[in-house]
């Protein structure tokens, strides 16, 4: 099975931290995708990457950096973390979205 | 831009209740739809893709079917364990990405 795996299920940070929310897949795909999930608005597309060191903005890049320096590993940084940013993170990934996608399991993250 | 809208936002059903889930999409042209169910605390799981209209799949309890305009998920005699949410989502033009609902939260009571 494909797996895809985020580094941590939940998460506390304080606000001003540097925070990386890490993930894993094992299944060669060249596209990697991060999500934020928030009760009311959905998944909203934070960043993704085609393929290593390639990266596109989604609608609500602001605040958040990426980094993809291997094809199995996709990163997302907070720089500097806001309370507005408590949410729920999901990683993907796929060989095409003409085939959809795996989802990690998420990072509950909660920024006091 | 794709647009994708799932009815109703919440469902409560008693075990056993049939119903249905609604998924209705506007896009340059229809290039697949899936489904995903997501539990409490959890990344979405695939359930079922479909890629042109009047396809049908089935899991269990669960049927997908598709038209030119919508999915359903019809959900026969529902058991609480049947209940999540449940995603839609379409492929952008150029495969890059998908667009999806904002889901359907589904309550089985026994």
């Known amino acids: 099975d494909v797996k895809v795996t985020q580094s941590s299920r939940y998460l506390v940070k304080r606000t001003g931290e540097k925070v990386f929310l890490e993930c894993v897949q094992d299944m060669d795909h060249e596209n990697m995708f991060w999500y934020r999930q928030d009760p009311g608005l959905g998944l909203r597309l934070i960043y993704f990457s085609y393929d290593v060191k390639m990266k596109e903005k989604g609608d609500i890049p602001e605040g958040y950096s990426v980094s993809r320096e291997k094809k199995e590993r996709f990163s997302l940084i907070l720089e500097s973390a806001s309370t507005n940013q408590t949410s729920m993170y999901l990683c993907?990934?796929?060989?095409?979205?003409?085939?959809?996608?795996?989802f990690g399991s998420g990072t509950r993250l909660t920024v006091v | 831009e794709d647009q994708v809208t799932q009815s109703p936002e919440a469902l409560r059903l008693q075990e056993g209740e049939s119903s249905s889930l609604n998924c209705s999409y506007t896009v340059s042209g229809l290039r697949g739809l899936f489904w995903y169910r997501q539990d409490p605390g959890k990344g979405p799981e695939f359930l079922f893709t479909l890629y042109s209209a009047g396809e049908e799949k089935e899991k269990e309890r669960l049927k997908a079917t598709l038209t030119k305009k919508e999915s359903f998920l019809h959900i026969t005699a529902p058991k609480p364990e049947d209940s999540a949410t449940y995603l839609c989502?379409?492929?952008?033009?150029?495969?890059?990405?998908?667009?999806f609902g904002k889901g359907t939260m589904l309550l089985v009571s026994p």
């Open positions: 989502a379409v492929p952008t033009a150029g495969y890059s990405t998908l667009t």
């Open positions: 993907a990934s796929t060989s095409s979205a003409k085939y959809g996608y795996t």
